[in-house]
């Protein structure tokens, strides 16, 4: 069965330093998506990507940070300058759709910035 | 900004009985409606959904109820199987944008 992988599982990065974060999504899927969840919150939508471009994102998602599709496969999330707050679970998700369609999510990145 | 919610943070129920998880939102413009399940350490597995035009879909020991009036919905385990313990998140989207708004999530809890 496809389905969405990410690395590293579990990344520790002192404060103000870069992160990118890495994710394989589903191969014939068309819609990219970043979410977090901040421990004991809940999931919180980050932001979407089709076609290269942005095409959504939150407010939590301002400039440190960006999202790249640099090859045919991969889809990244770098945080430029990392803070404390930024600790907490990034997960990658792609659907052949937008909206109404299934997203399907990979296992997950821990993040934690010391 | 809790434009979903789920009011019960956990439900403990026993093995062979029915597991009823509820969730309600405000935003009207949702118009389809999912349920993922979560296992420590892992990300969130889809598990069914509903279209706002429906007010029932079925797959499995699993069913999905829709009450747009009350702007509740209700995920129901039929039996309910010990593998069935995770916590479970409702979400929602609307038919203009991209993001799914999610809920605080419920843990489940089947005993034998």
């Known amino acids: 069965e496809p389905e969405v992988t990410q690395t590293p599982s579990h990344q520790v990065t002192q404060m103000g330093q870069e992160v990118i974060l890495r994710c394989v999504p589903i191969?014939?899927?068309?819609?990219f998506y970043w979410y977090r969840q901040i421990l004991g919150q809940k999931v919180e939508f980050l932001v979407s990507?089709?076609?290269?471009?942005?095409?959504?994102k939150s407010e939590i998602f301002d400039d440190q940070f960006s999202v790249e599709r640099p090859d045919g496969s991969n889809f990244t999330l770098k945080i430029r300058s990392t803070k404390l707050e930024d600790s907490a679970m990034y997960f990658c998700?792609?659907?052949?759709?937008?909206?109404?369609?299934?997203?399907?999510f990979g296992q997950g990145t821990r993040l934690t910035v010391v | 900004d809790q434009q979903v919610k789920q009011n019960s943070p956990s439900l403990s129920v026993q093995e062979g009985r029915i597991s009823i998880l509820n969730c309600d939102y405000t935003?009207?413009?949702?118009?389809?409606f999912l349920w993922y399940k979560k296992y420590p350490a892992e990300g969130p597995t889809f598990l069914i959904s509903?279209?706002?035009?429906?007010d029932k879909n079925e797959d499995g020991r699993f069913t999905v109820f829709l009450n747009k009036s009350a702007k509740h919905l209700s995920l129901h385990i039929v039996p309910s199987q010990p593998g069935d313990s995770a916590v479970y998140f409702c979400?929602?989207?609307?038919?203009?944008?991209?993001?799914?708004?999610f809920g605080t999530g419920t843990r489940l809890q089947v005993f034998p």
């Open positions: 979400a929602a989207v609307s038919y203009n944008t991209d993001k799914l708004i």
């Open positions: 509903i279209s706002s035009i429906k």
């Open positions: 998700a792609s659907s052949g759709g937008r909206g109404n369609t299934e997203a399907f």
């Open positions: 191969s014939n899927h068309l819609y």
């Open positions: 935003n009207s413009m949702f118009d389809y």
């Open positions: 990507f089709y076609n290269n471009e942005i095409s959504e």
